[in-house]
């Protein structure tokens, strides 16, 4: 499409909006508009027949954000409808605000991952900042309290000349944030890789609590009952944000500031707390943040989803400055803003709470039995949409697409040095050092219900007031999709499910967070697919149904796409809080167990990939009964209080999981194995750490083998280094100072 | 014992010490009848034996932290019951209404490295003979987390001085023996003589940047700030 800035197109446009834009006036619609709007011929063509009309630019823009890709996934859907959404403890899946899932006594965890990529690019404080204020929103809105924040973030190549400023910013704004509405950020993920130069990936995901019989939805009802507007006023930000999320970037890139948000955590504090006391009174009908695309989307889902009308007095919204037009309000993503359908007769109950918070309370209008949306201005219509086709004719495309080819087979691989020394390099080195810079700027521990902190497999969070705990992990291994998606896509689910397991908690459900490149480019349409497929098996195979996500596509700059990465975010219970593993080692003398079958996988490996620069070979493979059987039982140890030291085996692989325990713990670690770099450093699936005294370790290792499930001793705790084969020791604080070092280092020359 | 927390437009620790100090008092965390929870927008306040000032970011920290909340109704009423005798704690932004409010001597500053800083610290209890403190030893080391991008403590070299003197000076950051944190690490904010929590002359009023609620119960990983709550209860009760 043309390259559109909201400042040109807005400036253009003036002087066909007079005030009170009238449906009667002649105004045509020129295929530049159409185009501007990020609409195709065929799509005009529908919204003619839609309307039974020309509708004027007000119509137009309304119809544009709703059927952005963004919007209206018109070209996923047909793929997500595929994913399983069901369990028996799945109260709502995706649909709503947030996925919602029953966590027993009384309780629902209700929670959800969004992308705000494109505005953290250009942006990203605030892209980064608003991304964690729209995510907070989707979960307070259905009733639930924020407990835990976490994130997964993607940069360039730590060489490109915009990475330091782009992770500087972005970290900035997530803390900046999070820490000022008081929900801890416990947790998430910082990689790097050339692929995100052009296009950062920031996905942040809430997690709230709430009782499981006050869940509050979005579906508009009553004819006659106020549409009431709460939260901050609306102003000219953000005006077609979703329209620029659906489309590539290129030079004009730079052009696009004036679309981004900018975020107020202080007033989302305030409109938690005063949305939450509103619940407690029995006043609302249904519930809807404003995020993308603002009024419009808001209100068109809420029509929609109750099968009614809405009529909007445009006059009333409360409204930053003077002199904006119906376009400029209806497409605004102001954020902090909340639609809430009352109970006739609450309006001033509702308003003395709002009023209590300082917050903008307004009637601006009430739901009708039309089945249209409709705008006036000055008494004037402005607008007048029926709401039904402006959301089932919305586009769905089932694109073209074409298989990801088979990676050739990894050739031969020769140490380029010695292990101890590979390890050095590893946790010393961009992918694999410590993220302790990062998440010292986020509150993690306020709320005081943090239990594990970040830097572990999963975060824990209290449920409060209970000794019952949330397990919370995010994951993705975007190379090993971009090799084979299919794979890929299923070792993003399990290896949170494991992340899960590896603290103790049964896992429950996940979210999905899928961002890509350009869908009209069948390679990127199949990487997209594939991984679709990859985590639908995972997810069946495992119980771990998706309850909710959100699809980001275009993630493309001057035709480079990003790595295919669907981010998951997955949730588990921990029935005794107690009873729970943690990574660090605590007591010398424990035998050191390795769990799961060991082949030693190089291809696609972080030990590939920095020590030797191939990425090349196919993803590891991904057993799906494997990996049930080998969690299940690692989990029963911990649960039944047998195991209190665990951690999965991931990127690095072995002995850079080892490792990590061994610092973690600050106690060493004696290990014995075949001297093989596939061994220490291939990434297998399936497999956990353990470690436990050397009195129970027989009996661990015979239950294993009754369970079918590969175990071995590798190794023993104790003193203060890490030894591999009667090799040089290497002392845990060299090791350390070399893990905690590099990122301060590299964000030093900022 | 009563105690009463102040909850500011943007205070964010409130139920955390709210459940601290009902553990604290009455031994049971759903036990809320012996915490009040105040509104800033009201100008009275019932009998109390302790006022808290709660940590977050009261009004956004828009202006300066803590310089809106310390304008608002209930202070004129907190800095009359603090004339009175009455005990007052401010924790993290709660400290920094009390300096901006005149209760407490000093400012605090946006952090020496200009990031908002979360991580468990080690400080010094430099005075245990105050209600605050009676269950500390002078001397005794304490782990406890702060999280707060303006918590650099600063006041004039003589005013420093004469609070030297007075035995003002509650808690001082200082290295952790066992992790080895670098001097400049250990002070994680430019706290000028690494100080980390103040007095008043009378020792009825402290304000602290770390944290006590978030090291009060096992889950924290440590409960060093447990005895902070604890002394005022035998103190006051």
Not at chain 1, 280 to 303: K, R
Request: charged letters at 20%; aromatic letters at 6%; hydrophobic letters at 40%.
């Amino acid at each position: 499409m043309a390259a559109l800035t909201a400042r040109h197109f807005l400036a253009a446009s003036y002087p066909h909006l007079p005030k009170g834009l009238a449906l009667s006036n002649e105004q045509n619609i020129t295929p530049a508009q159409i185009a501007e709007h990020g609409l195709t011929t065929d799509e005009y063509k529908t919204i003619l027949t839609v309307m039974g009309r020309e509708p004027n630019l007000t119509e137009l823009g309304i119809f544009s954000v709703m059927w952005s890709e963004h919007c209206s996934y018109k070209s996923s859907k047909f793929w997500l409808k595929t994913l399983p959404t069901e369990a028996p403890w799945v109260i709502c899946g995706p649909g709503e605000n947030a996925g919602v899932v029953d966590i027993g006594e009384g309780k629902a965890a209700i929670f959800k991952m969004e992308s705000h990529n494109h505005p953290s690019f250009i942006e990203p404080y605030q892209g980064a900042a608003t991304g964690v204020g729209g995510i907070l929103r989707d979960v307070f809105t259905m009733g639930a309290r924020p407990i835990a924040n976490m994130n997964a973030l993607r940069f360039g190549a730590p060489e490109d000349a915009k990475t330091r400023h782009l992770v500087s910013g972005v970290v900035a704004g997530v803390g900046g944030y999070g820490n000022c509405v008081g929900v801890p950020t416990v947790g998430g993920e910082v990689n790097f890789d050339p692929a995100y130069n052009g296009n950062i990936l920031v996905n942040a995901m809430t997690v709230g609590l709430a009782d499981a019989d006050k869940i509050f939805y979005s579906a508009a009802a009553g004819i006659g009952n106020p549409v009431v507007y709460v939260g901050s006023k609306t102003g000219r930000d953000g005006i077609h944000g979703a329209t620029m999320a659906s489309t590539e970037f290129d030079d004009t890139t730079e052009d696009k500031r004036p679309t981004v948000q900018v975020g107020d955590p202080f007033t989302e504090k305030l409109l938690i707390e005063a949305c939450l006391e509103l619940m407690a009174t029995d006043t609302i009908v249904a519930i809807q943040d404003m995020g993308a695309a603002g009024l419009t989307c808001s209100s068109v889902e809420m029509a929609d989803k109750g099968g009614v009308g809405l009529d909007l007095d445009i006059d009333k919204v409360p409204q930053r400055e003077d002199g904006m037009t119906p376009y400029e309000v209806m497409l605004s993503e102001s954020q902090e803003r909340m639609l809430i359908v009352l109970r006739p007769g609450t309006e001033a109950q509702a308003e003395a709470i709002f009023d209590k918070w300082q917050l903008d309370f307004a009637v601006v209008g009430k739901v009708s039995d039309t089945g249209r949306f409709t705008g006036r201005l000055g008494g004037e219509v402005v607008f007048d949409i029926p709401v039904r086709p402006l959301v089932e004719e919305s586009p769905e495309y089932e694109r073209p697409w074409v298989e990801a080819e088979a990676p050739a087979p990894l050739g031969s691989v020769t140490a380029p040095m010695g292990h101890m020394e590979a390890l050095q390099a590893l946790l010393g080195g961009a992918d694999l050092s410590s993220r302790r810079w990062v998440w010292e700027q986020y509150d993690h521990t306020v709320m005081a219900d943090t239990v594990r902190k970040p830097g572990g497999d999963a975060a824990i969070v209290r449920i409060h007031g209970s000794d019952r705990g949330l397990a919370i992990a995010t994951d993705c291994t975007p190379r090993y999709c971009k090799a084979e998606p299919h794979v890929g896509g299923a070792q993003a689910v399990v290896e949170v499910w494991r992340n899960i397991t590896a603290v103790g908690a049964r896992p429950l459900a996940v979210t999905d967070c899928l961002n890509f490149g350009n869908p009209e480019r069948p390679e990127i349409m199949g990487e997209f697919v594939g991984c679709i497929k990859g985590i639908g098996e995972a997810c069946r195979a495992l119980d771990f149904p998706i309850v909710s996500g959100n699809v980001s596509l275009y993630n493309e700059t001057d035709g480079q796409a990003i790595l295919p990465t669907p981010a998951i975010g997955g949730i588990g219970i921990l029935d005794v809080l107690e009873a729970h593993a943690d990574l660090a080692l605590r007591r010398e003398g424990d035998a050191f167990i390795l769990i799961g079958a060991t082949v030693g996988h190089l291809g696609q490996s972080i030990y590939l990939r920095q020590l030797l620069g191939r990425a090349e070979g196919p993803a590891p493979a991904v057993d799906l009964a494997v990996e049930r059987r080998n969690g299940d039982f690692v989990r029963s140890l911990i649960s039944t209080g047998r195991i209190d030291t665990c951690h999965d085996i991931s990127d690095g692989g072995l002995l850079v999981a080892a490792a990590e325990m061994a610092m973690a713990g600050d106690i060493g670690l004696t290990l014995t194995g075949i001297d093989d770099a596939g061994f220490w450093f291939g990434e297998d699936q399936a497999r956990y750490l353990l470690a436990l005294p050397e009195s129970e370790a027989a009996a661990v290792l015979s239950q294993a083998e009754d369970a079918g499930v590969p175990a071995q001793t590798i190794g023993i705790t104790g003193g203060e280094a890490l030894t591999l084969n009667d090799g040089t020791p290497i002392s845990l604080s060299e090791l350390r100072q070399k893990h905690e070092a590099w990122l301060p280092n590299y964000m030093q020359n900022a | 014992m009563k105690a009463s927390v102040i909850v500011f437009p943007g205070s964010n620790c409130d139920r955390d010490v709210q459940v601290a100090l009902a553990a604290a008092i009455g031994g049971r965390t759903d036990n809320n009848d012996c915490v009040d929870m105040v509104w800033h927008g009201d100008s009275e306040m019932a009998k109390t034996d302790l006022i808290v000032l709660p940590g977050g970011f009261s009004y956004g920290d828009y202006l300066r932290s803590g310089a809106m909340s310390a304008r608002s109704p209930i202070m004129r009423e907190v800095v009359a019951r603090a004339e009175q005798g009455v005990a007052v704690l401010g924790i993290c932004n709660g400290f920094q209404v009390l300096t901006e409010a005149g209760l407490l001597p000093g400012a605090l500053l946006p952090n020496a490295g200009l990031k908002f800083v979360c991580r468990d610290v080690q400080v010094r209890v430099e005075n245990s003979q105050t209600p605050f403190t009676n269950a500390y030893e002078a001397g005794q080391t304490l782990r406890i987390p702060v999280a707060h991008h303006d918590g650099q403590y600063f006041v004039e070299a003589d005013e420093l001085s004469a609070m030297q003197e007075r035995d003002q000076i509650a808690f001082r950051y200082c290295q952790d023996e066992k992790t080895g944190d670098s001097s400049r690490r250990a002070n994680p904010n430019g706290s000028v003589d690494d100080i980390a929590g103040v007095f008043n002359k009378r020792k009825t009023v402290l304000g602290l940047m770390p944290h006590p609620e978030r090291a009060a119960d096992a889950i924290h990983g440590g409960t060093d700030g447990q005895a902070l709550l604890s002394s005022l209860v035998s103190a006051l009760a």
